[in-house]
């Protein structure tokens, strides 16, 4: 989905125009979930404008309510990390998750991507089912993310 089509849930692929959505997002993602905060106002602008990532926002009648991000892992030939998979409260079980992931793994599988890996915490269960539902499957550490205790990988491509 895009902006400017007639549903009130949009996906959009942020450019520099979103950049306060993506900071208010990412803000109340490190809040809620209690991680410590590694993206600095520059590093979501540099983020923005580089072409070898990807950030997506669900839109709901023009609210942010939801983003996701891609980044690529260069020591993992074809790999892409998801990261920051949020959900604001009011706008949760609505699908806007899955939105976004089916928009993130589009574009992964549209840059040659062949997986995509992510990490996790134990205690976000509700996370943790969803990745496991669309496929991801436990893999070992591939990062050194002191805060993450669960380690998932998913392949993109199709199944022979």
Same mark, same amino acid.
């Given at each position: 989905?895009?902006?400017?089509?007639?549903?009130?849930i949009q996906i959009v692929k942020?450019?520099?125009?979103?950049?306060?959505?993506?900071?208010?997002?990412?803000?109340?993602?490190?809040?809620?979930?209690?991680?410590?905060?590694?993206?600095?106002?520059?590093?979501?602008?540099?983020?923005?404008?580089?072409?070898?990532?990807?950030?997506?926002?669900a839109y709901v009648e023009g609210?942010?309510?939801?983003?996701?991000?891609?980044?690529?892992?260069?020591?993992? #030939?074809?790999?892409? &990390?998801?990261?920051?998979? =949020?959900?604001?409260? %009011?706008?949760?079980?609505?699908? +806007?998750?899955?939105? $976004?992931?089916?928009?993130?793994?589009?574009?992964?599988?549209?840059?040659?991507?062949?997986?995509?890996?992510?990490?996790?915490?134990?205690?976000?269960?509700?996370?943790?089912?969803?990745?496991? #539902?669309?496929?991801? &499957?436990?893999?070992?550490? =591939?990062?050194?993310? %002191?805060?993450?205790?669960?380690? +998932?990988?998913?392949? $993109?491509?199709?199944?022979a």
């Open positions: 989905m895009e902006r400017g089509d007639d549903s009130p942020a450019t520099l125009l979103e950049e306060a959505d993506a900071s208010l997002l990412l803000d109340e993602y490190y809040r809620e979930v209690g991680v410590v905060q590694i993206d600095t106002p520059d590093a979501i602008r540099n983020f923005l404008r580089d072409p070898d990532f990807g950030f997506w926002i609210t942010p309510a939801g983003c996701v991000a891609l980044r690529p892992i260069p020591r993992i #030939r074809g790999a892409g &990390e998801c990261k920051r998979l =949020y959900v604001r409260a %009011p706008f949760r079980r609505r699908g +806007l998750a899955e939105a $976004l992931l089916d928009a993130m793994e589009a574009h992964a599988r549209k840059c040659g991507r062949s997986s995509i890996y992510l990490d996790s915490k134990d205690d976000l269960q509700n996370a943790i089912a969803l990745y496991l #539902r669309r496929g991801y &499957e436990p893999c070992i550490r =591939y990062n050194e993310n %002191p805060q993450a205790t669960v380690f +998932l990988r998913k392949s $993109l491509r199709d199944p």
